[in-house]
């Protein structure tokens, strides 16, 4: 079956990055929670899209220049009065939870990986007995490579449109395997039959990200990914159940 991963707590249906979409996503009948993470200046890690407040909540600032006293005054937009939670926060809600952690390693404003940051955000997740409940994800292979060397969970390279593009599916799949990485996921409408092949055949599994209408989760279910991402979880299990009947009868 077909993984869910609600993508940042199901942004379009409770906000990005919420208290009330991480809640609810921990007691929906899907499989993974996806959200990203990004280091404050005063040592905390929080559980947000974006290195910077600007574009998701009534604040502005860079995360990883604030203290989370400062961050925790934002209020997220559209999140129902939520602010940014820590990643200590997202673990003591998800404890009891049946849905498994898909963890993003974000780079900072510049584009570059936070220094040392992967083995704190491993520290925090062990501490929390949450660390071999985590899938790691990342765009970036440096990122990927520092999983790596902290860690056996497995890692996810997200693969953009133009990473796709300029380097070519094979070469994909040249860069994954001399990275050890046995998982790529793609932005759903660059997914199709021949490239799920591609990969499959080169013995790496293959998902995709960003599904968020009924088509393109429809299309996901019908390619037979191994999992994917979407910000409207409600929909995804609704349609995947519905999928599930018909591929059954
Ligand atoms: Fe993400």
């Given at each position: 079956?077909?993984?869910?991963?609600?993508?940042?707590?199901?942004?379009?249906?409770?906000?990005?990055?919420?208290?009330?979409?991480?809640?609810?996503?921990?007691?929906?009948?899907?499989?993974?929670?996806?959200?990203?993470?990004?280091?404050?200046?005063?040592?905390?890690?929080?559980?947000?899209?974006?290195p910077t407040l600007d574009a998701t909540t009534d604040m502005?600032?860079?995360?990883?220049?604030?203290t989370l006293a400062e961050i925790r005054k934002a209020t997220i937009?559209?999140?129902?009065?939520?602010?940014p939670l820590t990643l200590e926060e997202l673990c003591l809600l998800y404890a009891d939870s049946c849905v498994g952690f898909r963890c993003e390693i974000k780079p900072g404003v510049d584009g570059?990986?936070?220094?040392d940051f992967v083995p704190r955000v491993i520290s925090v997740l062990q501490h929390h007995a949450m660390l071999e409940r985590t899938i790691f994800s990342s765009f970036l292979v440096r990122s990927l490579d520092e999983l790596a060397?902290?860690?056996?969970?497995?890692r996810l390279w997200l693969v953009s449109p133009a990473v796709l593009r300029q380097l070519g599916p094979e070469t994909v799949v040249e860069v994954a395997q001399s990275h050890g990485i046995a998982e790529v996921g793609v932005h759903v409408d660059t997914a199709d039959v021949a490239l799920k092949e591609l990969?499959?055949?080169?013995?790496?599994?293959?998902?995709?990200?960003?599904?968020h209408t009924?088509?393109?989760?429809?299309?996901?279910?019908?390619?037979?990914?191994?999992?994917?991402?979407?910000?409207?979880?409600?929909?995804?299990?609704?349609?995947?159940?519905?999928?599930?009947?018909?591929?059954?009868?």
């Open positions: 079956m077909t993984r869910i991963a609600s993508h940042r707590g199901g942004t379009l249906e409770f906000g990005d990055s919420t208290l009330q979409g991480f809640t609810a996503t921990s007691k929906m009948a899907l499989e993974e929670v996806e959200f990203d993470v990004h280091p404050t200046a005063d040592g905390a890690i929080v559980v947000h899209h974006d502005s600032g860079t995360i990883t220049q604030m937009c559209y999140g129902a009065g939520s602010h570059l990986p936070y220094e060397e902290a860690t056996d969970r497995p990969f499959v055949t080169a013995g790496i599994d293959f998902g995709c990200w960003a599904a009924r088509e393109q989760i429809q299309k996901v279910l019908n390619l037979d990914v191994k999992v994917f991402t979407t910000d409207r979880p409600t929909l995804a299990i609704s349609t995947r159940e519905a999928h599930r009947v018909r591929v059954s009868a």
